[in-house]
């Protein structure tokens, strides 16, 4: 079985939120698609070990939020490579609260769901979560982001829970580009973000042209937030 087949597969990029006994969770998926147009049902799939996919079973509701291309990568990794048993995700974002008691993010949002589940399959390490569609809301024009776009423009991987999550992923797969210049790249492991140093991180304040080794030790990844030490050196 040749698993890249399944990489030409098109996704979406949301993030979900749910609420558990008054605390508030959410996370990135790339899994929502539209089931039935009448009643209006999406599905989602979701990793057992999740925060969220706990939240969901208890509050028996979530919410979509559909991300723009813009999406920021600390937006994306804040989401997507943290965990809800760890910090409080919503804490720094704008949000309200749904009419199913779910949250809704409200930034980077085109357009968002809420739903409430109305069935569910066990398939192993995921649920699949079935909502029934309560309301729906355009916030803002825009082009969605998907998936392909986020690995293409973005650099982005799959965290480990991901149902597309594809375990012979490495940095050694990806070595870095020959451009002539002295100073390497440096490839996140956690979330395989790479560190540029011809482009730096200005919105950490590294100035483009700081070598890997002149980053401050305080300096955290952009996508994850995963110190200097968990970064190597790409080939
Ligand atoms: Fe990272």
């Known amino acids: 079985m040749d698993r890249v087949a399944l990489q030409k597969c098109s996704y979406g990029m949301y993030i979900v939120c749910a609420a558990k006994d008054g605390r508030l969770n959410g996370q990135i998926v790339n899994t929502v698609f539209q089931i039935t147009s009448e009643p209006p049902t999406v599905s989602v799939s979701i990793n057992k070990q999740n925060l969220t996919h706990e939240y969901i079973q208890a509050g028996k509701a979530f919410t ?16 997507g490579f943290k965990s809800g048993r760890d910090i409080d995700k919503l804490a720094t974002v704008n949000y309200k609260m749904g009419v199913t008691g779910a949250p809704v993010v409200l930034d980077n949002t085109l357009s968002y769901l809420e739903c409430e589940v109305v069935g ?34 973005k650099g ?21 580009e020959k451009t002539g210049g002295t100073m390497a790249k440096y490839v996140c492991t956690i979330c395989g973000y790479i560190y540029d140093p011809e482009q730096g991180d200005p919105a950490s304040g590294v100035k483009p042209g700081t070598s890997f080794e002149d980053v401050p030790d305080s300096w955290v990844c952009p996508i994850c937030g995963a110190p200097k030490t968990a970064f190597e050196k790409t080939a």
């Open 64 to 79: 979509v939020s559909i991300l723009p291309e813009e999406t920021p990568m600390p937006f994306i990794g804040l989401f």
């Open 156 to 176: 982005g991987k799959a965290p480990r829970t991901a149902p597309t999550y594809v375990k012979e992923e490495s940095a050694a797969e990806k070595p870095a």
């Open 120 to 153: 569910s399959m066990d398939v192993g390490t995921h649920t699949i979560f079935i909502g029934k569609i309560v309301d729906a809301v355009v916030l803002q024009e825009g082009r969605p982001m998907t998936y392909e776009y986020f690995h293409r423009m």
